[in-house]
């Protein structure tokens, strides 16, 4: 019998108040490349950490090649031969390459000589396609670059098993498919590949095997011939979900925001925003489209007045609001919903019912000149929790504890019912699991019907082609594109946001995403 | 063979119950740990311990004496504690209360023959106005360069002291005084008038009034709420658009004069005078009472009264030979037991018992 390289059988994992892996078993053979697909919060971060040595389960057994191993540390996983790339990259930034790569080895590494060590990554590298600059200072490289210089060293260490967690969230879909191909070559030359993913078309792309996850329990594997979206979605969710919203079609009304020739600098003072225009019309959807750290927080802290506007100008109903304090932009029916939902739109220590009057508590609707109309505020929370259908014990207790979904719901419960005339958000869906993110996503689509304008910013280009009227591309604090969403082009739009100057100058697709 | 493990859990929200009983347990940990060093010394503890009780608690004499002490107490606790609650660390109030003491003290120095009317209300406003200020002085580059104004607090303390003594060594110095390091005795006029003919001064009420009013505003009121927000994340009280700078300025200069108006009290309710050492350390005990009594009005009096007893045990078995410091170390080991058992509020502790055979594999 053809015994699994990686047998976990009945792991448990408790955190407090959660079960996070409730008697899972997992099966990994060697050449596969073995997706572990499941929504937010269904354990499947939790189940990779417990076989890479960073958690110590509670009960159950990691048999590796048969025999049963116990993991004190990632250490002890890296000798067996587990390594796992994590989804923010564990690397030092004034380093080089090769420095990164040796870091932590014991032995005679560190006297090894350089031209020694530079062949055997270049042999690693050439074995899988991996190729990189060993010379190269780790801050000079693009996200995708840092993967692979993650994935190499995991490589060096002898890893056979190669863990990686949600790796596509940073890439643009060029870099994915890059990385694709790199895996395929891995599993081809014996290595067992593992994705975290929640990503169903990665899966279709990619996956020998797939492993679901739902709430902590396994819920069933599929092999090659039997992946289907269908079929994950069944297990992942257990209901089906609706691919495609009803899009209210009434056509757009009057422009509502408009930047002109915009100039902001970022927090190290360099300049983020170059001479940025866009415009977004009352009823309208705009998707903003971009690899994060292209200027997107930025832009949405210039329209809400938490970033100074060096030139040019913010038009709100032909008013100009540039470098009004947020306040009195606020007060104008601006809506921010941040990338930094707990810290920036939500007190993480404190109640619903407090949060849920954070941009109002001044008005007269919830404060005398004094003091706070406490009925009126918990009318307001209990409305609103009721209304938005936030998931919550008690509206007394923090909210730090609330789930990505449920925080995002209260965000949203309480920008939304400040009736704007503009909606920033980002990333409204990120983190979020299918459900929460459906639901996320028909809030914005009920807030268009209303007649709001809505700057959606986003890295998930699905999320933009099903709730967006028109399609922008931000690079580098520029827009570098602007279609209805009709006439944009995945394929396209995915090439504006590496920054090629248009879809028909085809870019070397090894040189990195930021220039 | 059966073997117990221990192994701590978070709890999702804190116990309610240890809230309560990890004080009460820390005090008498610390009495413990402070029996152990008094043994060593060689006294007996618990004749040290009954001695420091009934000296601060068990006479009428000596309860007087306690609340004296737990006045200026409760008033720079009340005073940090607003700090606090923006997460502003002032350690100044020991400062804040000397700048205090000295300008409410100008007034009947210079102008001796002012009304009672006019001279007790003008030294509360000007002591507070001085405490204010001289906090104010560490708010302004904290608000505008984000200057750490822990440090900058602390050292205005020296410097506050130091200008005290500056004033009554020198310039203010009363000439009748045999060359004392003190300033002249105000009129009857700028003395607070007492609880009775007791110690206790009308500060008592000034105290009393604070705890009330902050007690109002941190869960009342609209300020509140907009401290209790910037405190907790600076980012979302930006991004909800309030003012954090003003309220850096507002909330310091607040807290200073708090701390002033517990000077202006030593001053005037107590020394009838303006002297060198006014102060054992109030304003370091005040971190100490507002982090036990976690910054909340109402236990900052109680617990003010307690460190206050300690400190008039300490004084009384200073008499028999034992050094006063007894009751810092017992103030010290008390903060450092209630810090210690703070993860039992927030952990639960539990036992596991493993099989024998599971342990051999």
């Known amino acids: 019998m053809n015994q699994s390289l990686i047998q976990l059988r009945g792991i448990v994992k408790k955190f407090p108040g959660v079960l996070a892996n409730d008697n899972v078993d997992l099966d990994i053979n060697p050449g596969e490349i073995h997706a572990i697909l499941g929504e937010n919060g269904s354990g499947k971060s939790t189940l990779m950490s417990v076989l890479a040595g960073l958690y110590k389960p509670d009960a159950g057994k990691i048999l590796v090649n048969g025999a049963e191993e116990k993991f004190r540390s990632p250490r002890d996983a890296i000798v067996c031969g587990i390594g796992m790339v994590h989804q923010h990259f564990k690397l030092v930034e004034p380093f080089t390459v090769a420095e990164n790569i040796t870091l932590g080895e014991k032995g005679n590494s560190f006297f090894l000589s350089n031209k020694e060590l530079k062949a055997r990554i270049n042999e690693l590298g050439k074995k899988y396609g991996l190729e990189i600059n060993l010379n190269a200072k780790v801050w000079q490289l693009s996200v995708g670059e840092k993967q692979r210089v993650e994935i190499v060293r995991m490589l060096y260490r002898g890893s056979k098993v190669l863990i990686l967690d949600e790796p596509t969230a940073v890439l643009t879909p060029q870099e994915a498919n890059e990385l694709f191909e790199n895996l395929r070559r891995m599993a081809s030359a014996g290595c067992a590949v593992v994705l975290i993913t929640h990503k169903l078309n990665e899966v279709e792309a990619i996956a020998d095997r797939v492993t679901v996850l739902r709430q902590g329990k396994f819920a069933g594997v599929l092999e090659r011939d039997q992946i289907n979206a269908k079929e994950m979605v069944r297990l992942m969710v257990g209901r089906a979900v609706a691919s495609k919203y009803d899009r209210d079609s009434s056509p757009v009304g009057g422009v509502v925001l408009q930047l002109d020739k915009v100039n902001a600098l970022n927090d190290m003072g360099l300049p983020c925003l170059r001479e940025m225009s866009l415009c977004v019309r009352e009823g309208e959807i705009l998707g903003l489209a971009g690899v994060s750290g292209n200027g997107q927080r930025e832009m949405a802290e210039v329209i809400s007045g938490l970033r100074r506007v060096e030139s040019g100008k913010i038009l709100l109903n032909d008013r100009n609001i540039s470098n009004l304090s947020p306040r009195t932009i606020i007060d104008l029916g601006v809506a921010y919903v941040p990338e930094d939902r707990l810290g920036m739109g939500l007190v993480p220590d404190l109640n619903a019912l407090e949060n849920l009057i954070l941009k109002k508590y001044h008005q007269p609707e919830f404060s005398g000149r004094w003091l706070l109309k406490s009925q009126a505020v918990e009318r307001n929370a209990e409305t609103l929790v009721k209304q938005y259908q936030v998931k919550i014990s008690s509206l007394h207790q923090s909210v730090k504890v609330l789930s990505g979904g449920n925080l995002q719901k209260l965000l949203l419960a309480r920008e939304i019912s400040s009736s704007p005339k503009l909606m920033v958000v980002i990333y409204p869906a990120r983190g979020l699991d299918i459900g929460a993110t459906e639901s996320v996503h028909k809030l914005l689509l009920e807030l268009k019907k209303r007649k709001t304008a809505i700057l959606l910013i986003s890295e998930d280009l699905d999320e933009i082609f099903k709730l967006a009227d028109r399609v922008g591309v931000v690079f580098d604090g520029k827009l570098t594109g602007d279609f209805p969403v009709e006439q944009a082009d995945l394929e396209e739009v995915g090439l504006l946001m590496t920054g090629s100057c248009s879809a028909r100058e085809r870019v070397n697709e090894n040189e990195p995403a930021h220039i | ?361």
């Open chain 2, 1 to 361: 063979m059966n073997r117990l493990t221990f192994k701590l859990e978070k709890r999702l929200t804190p116990s309610p119950v240890m809230v309560f009983i990890i004080p009460l347990i820390s005090v008498l940990l610390a009495l413990l740990l402070g029996g152990i060093f008094l043994v060593l010394t060689g006294e007996n503890p618990l004749d040290v311990y009954s001695l420091m009780f009934v000296d601060s608690l068990g006479s009428k004499y000596g309860l007087t004496e306690t609340m004296v002490k737990a006045i200026p107490l409760m008033l720079t606790s009340l005073g940090v504690s607003l700090a606090f609650k923006m997460k502003l660390w002032n350690i100044g109030a020991e400062g804040q209360l000397y700048m205090g003491a000295m300008a409410a003290s100008w007034l009947p120095l210079t102008m001796p023959s002012l009304p009672a009317y006019i001279m007790l209300p003008g030294m509360l406003i000007l002591g507070m106005i001085a405490g204010g200020l001289w906090a104010l002085l560490t708010a302004i580059p904290r608000a505008i360069w984000k200057v750490n104004e822990i440090i900058t607090t602390l050292m205005l303390n020296y410097v506050a002291i130091l200008w005290v003594d500056y004033l009554v060594y020198g310039p203010w110095k009363d000439p009748n005084g045999s060359n004392f390091p003190i300033s002249a005795s105000f009129s009857e006029a700028a003395r607070l008038p007492g609880l009775g003919d007791s110690r206790i001064h009308a500060g008592l009420f000034f105290a009393l009034g604070l705890a009330v009013l902050l007690a109002v505003v941190f869960k009342y009121s609209r300020w509140g709420y907009s401290i209790n927000v910037i405190g907790s994340s600076e980012r979302a009280a930006r991004y909800a658009g309030m003012n954090i700078k003003r309220n850096i300025l507002l909330v310091m200069f607040l807290s200073g004069a708090i701390s002033g108006m517990a000077g202006m009290a030593e001053v005037s309710g107590i020394i009838g005078k303006l002297q060198h050492g006014i102060s054992p350390g109030y304003g370091y005990t005040a971190i100490i009472v507002a982090w036990l009594s976690k910054l909340n009005p109402v236990a900052i009096l109680i617990v003010s009264v307690l460190f206050g007893a300690l400190q008039v045990g300490g004084y009384a078995v200073q008499v028999e030979g034992i050094p006063a410091a007894v009751a810092t170390m017992l103030q010290g080991a008390i903060l450092f037991f209630v810090l210690g058992g703070e993860i039992f509020t927030n952990y639960r502790l539990k036992l596991i018992r493993q099989k024998g055979e599971e342990l051999s594999k």
